[in-house]
């Protein structure tokens, strides 16, 4: 992996979580990583091995929801920096979801230290509001928390990718079978738990028949993943916005 690539890496896990940027919600789209994986495959020049990597990762996390700022590991560096340590090191997508849980838990207290460290820039807030010094309050709002955010993340992110890669790959090539065969059971059983978790969020009355229409359509007709997904689009749509076309103009409802 070059310098370039390690630095974009970095780059792009920090503007996807960062929340002052126009990407402000990017940690729940690009920074899932299915969406991660593919960035990263893009920036390696392998966008395939990417996708196929960061798809399998992110079946870990199909239930995940970050409430109220508590959560147990943190999905955004699993998917960038794990599907790059992969790359890096010709990992299999079994042992690159492992690689990638891992990643994400050991990050978690890396976002855990970054909000106990801006709790410290309160107080220079608070001393600006009572002066109705709108600059100031922004300035410590913004800027101090978003060089520590740099720091903890895009920094280590393109470290961690220059210095890690090597490692990891020398360690996967070592690893004695009983431990690979550890990582594949572990890797089939991890996107269970991401399915079942998504599964308990959906399965009500109100959209349990959307379910069984979508598993219907995909062992019993075949039907194509994309079409598949845009049919569920449209069924989300009209779920959502109601049932039924509006009258025209001068007929009856």
Known sequence: MTVWQAVLIGLYHYVINCKYFILTQGQFVLGRPLISGLAVGIIMGRPVEGLIIGANINLVYLGWMDVGG????????AGTLGTALAL?????PEE???????LG???NFGYTLWMSVNSLFVPQM???ALKANWSGMKFWYIVPSQVIFYLLYGLTITLACLLGAEPVANV?????EWITNGFNAVAVTLPA????????S??????VSFFILGFICAIYFNMNMIVLAILAAIAAVIAIFGVGIPARKGESE
Do not use: F, Q
């Open 126 to 128: 608070e001393k600006c």
């Open 105 to 107: 838990v050991v990050a």
């Open 172 to 176: 996967l090539e070592n690893l004695p």
């Open 96 to 102: 690159a979801i492992v690689l990638g849980s891992i």
């Open 193 to 200: 738990v991401g399915i079942c978790l998504n599964l308990k």
């Open 70 to 77: 508590m959560r147990a590991t943190d999905p955004a560096v």
């Open 202 to 207: 959906i399965m009500n009355k109100y959209t």
């Open 88 to 92: 890096a090191s010709n990992a299999s």
